[in-house]
T-cell receptor
Framework: GQSLEQPSEVTAVEGAIVQINCTYQTSGFYGLSWYQQHDGGAPTFLSYNALDGLEETGRFSSFLSRSDSYGYLLLQELQMKDSASYFCALGGAGTALIFGKGTTLSVSS | NAGVTQTPKFRVLKTGQSMTLLCAQDMNHEYMYWYRQDPGMGLRLIHYSVGEGTTAKGEVPDGYNVSRLKKQNFLLGLESAAPSQTSVYFC????????????FGEGSRLTVL
């Protein structure tokens, strides 16, 4: 099967940089995705790593290392609106997409 | 462009009742998914479909059935609702396995009394 582990909570201040880690176990997969979800809303797509390395999208970057079964989401220049839950998701064999339990990010002023 | 639409948005059921959640997407996506979300549990995959006429079980399929008779629609059925099925249900679609981007509906909040 597949499983993902990520911290349950992270706190930071406005303007700071925060990294949310995701470790996984799988027998083979297509890539690692990241999603953001605000309270009461639907998850929205942030980033996708199909290959090892760093993907940058504005203030957000995502990294994947297949050899370490590890990835992270990096959020820079944090803003209050970044307070949300962040999920990593594994695209596995058979095209099922499995999610981690999520990390709640709280940004304070 | 509507994207992914779920109906109904809210529903209250009594234990033992049945109901169907409808998911419709207008992006011509091959892959569609049903997830449930409970506090502290993240998103758990119930069933998914890789194309019209196909379905497959996810992580938590018991108590649910699905059908994909048309490419744009993915139905989730509860034959005999139980309080443990109280949850927020999200439908999502994806163009293909080469992209990690899921497009989500707004969610359907189901309460089983």
């Amino acid at each position: 099967g597949q499983s993902l582990e990520q911290p349950s909570e992270v706190t930071a201040v406005e303007g700071a940089i925060v990294q949310i880690n995701c470790t996984y176990q799988t027998s083979g997969f297509y890539g690692l995705s990241w999603y953001q979800q605000h309270d009461g809303g639907a998850p929205t797509f942030l980033s996708y790593n199909a290959l090892d390395g760093l993907e940058e999208t504005g203030r957000f970057s995502s990294f994947l290392s297949r050899s370490d079964s590890y990835g992270y989401l990096l959020l820079q220049e944090l803003q209050m609106k970044d307070s949300a839950s962040y999920f990593c998701a594994l695209g596995g064999a058979g095209t099922a997409l499995i999610f981690g339990k999520g990390t709640t990010l709280s940004v304070s002023s | 462009n509507a994207g992914v639409t779920q109906t109904p948005k809210f529903r209250v059921l009594k234990t033992g009742q049945s109901m169907t959640l409808l998911c419709a997407q207008d992006m011509n996506h091959e892959y569609m998914y049903w997830y449930r979300q409970d506090p502290g549990m993240g998103l758990r995959l119930i069933h998914y479909s890789v194309g019209e006429g196909t379905t497959a079980k996810g992580e938590v399929p018991d108590g649910y059935n699905v059908s994909r008779l048309k490419k744009q629609n993915f139905l989730l059925g509860l034959e005999s609702a139980a309080p443990s099925q109280t949850s927020v249900y999200f439908c999502a679609s994806r163009a293909g396995v080469s992209t990690g981007e899921l497009f989500f509906g707004e969610g359907s909040r189901l309460t089983v009394l």
